[in-house]
């Protein structure tokens, strides 16, 4: 299974600032993926980052408050811009793995409060 | 719409009261049933994928089960460290991203001593 990594685990935010984290894998990697965990919310995907082009964004999440970077095959970064309370949440970098894709794993989470 | 439903959203079992989660799914084209295990502040920990009717996966004291309209995910014998949030998830057809998982909101799982 792959191994995920988080910078930072968490951090509490004023409005109207971003904040940038950074996903690490183990492993080389065509796809990544971004996740956001709402509070009692269920786990909704953000946008698939591939390397060497733009990411593609879920309906309800645009570039401009979600901007990613994909500079390699291990790492990519998502930012959340011009933060808010409702930007309060835990966001999720996942990969695939297994034989044929069929399993996904994710990396610990980064906690975002934004005061 | 795809949809995906789990029940009940909070269990407390005694330690060694056996019982099943369920998760009950409205998709159109189902490419894949996956189950997690979330511990507080960690991410969630794959468990097992289903993909057919019928098809049954173990792990330890888990055991998933799958039908066209469901999943259940059942929990023999279980100890104070099964204690977790199961999360249900699926993929389908829908679109061509494979990474693409629609969630359910958990099943929060308690088992006291």
């Known amino acids: 299974s792959a191994v995920i990594s988080q910078k930072p685990s968490r951090d509490i935010c004023q409005r109207g600032t971003s904040l940038t984290i950074q996903c690490q894998v183990d492993?080389?990697?065509?796809?990544m993926f971004w996740y956001r965990q709402q509070p009692g919310q269920s786990l909704t995907l953000i946008a698939t980052?591939?390397?060497?082009?733009?990411?593609?964004?879920e309906s309800g999440f645009v570039i401009d408050k979600f901007p990613i970077s994909r500079p390699n095959l291990t790492f990519s970064t998502l930012t959340v811009s011009n933060m808010s309370p409702e930007d309060s949440s835990i966001y999720l970098c996942?990969?695939?793995?297994?034989?044929?894709?069929?399993?996904?794993?994710f990396g610990p989470g980064t906690r975002l409060t934004v005061l | 719409e795809d949809q995906v439903t789990q029940s009940p959203e909070a269990l407390r079992l005694q330690e060694g009261e056996s019982s099943s989660l369920n998760c009950s799914y409205t998709?159109?084209?189902?490419?894949?049933l996956f189950w997690y295990r979330q511990d507080p502040g960690k991410g969630p920990e794959f468990l097992f994928t289903?993909?057919?009717a019928g098809e049954e996966k173990e792990k330890e004291r888990l055991k998933a089960t799958l039908t066209k309209k469901e999943s259940f995910l059942h929990i023999t014998a279980p100890k104070p460290e099964d204690s977790a949030t199961y999360l249900c998830?699926?993929?389908?057809?829908?679109?061509?991203?494979?990474?693409?998982?629609?969630f359910g909101r958990g099943t929060q799982l308690t088992v006291w001593p």
């Open positions: 289903l993909y057919s």
């Open positions: 980052a591939n390397q060497g082009s733009e990411a593609t964004y």
């Open positions: 996942s990969v695939l793995g297994g034989t044929h894709y069929n399993e996904q794993f």
């Open positions: 492993s080389q990697v065509t796809m």
């Open positions: 998709v159109s084209g189902l490419r894949g």
């Open positions: 998830a699926v993929r389908t057809d829908r679109g061509s991203t494979l990474g693409r998982l629609y």
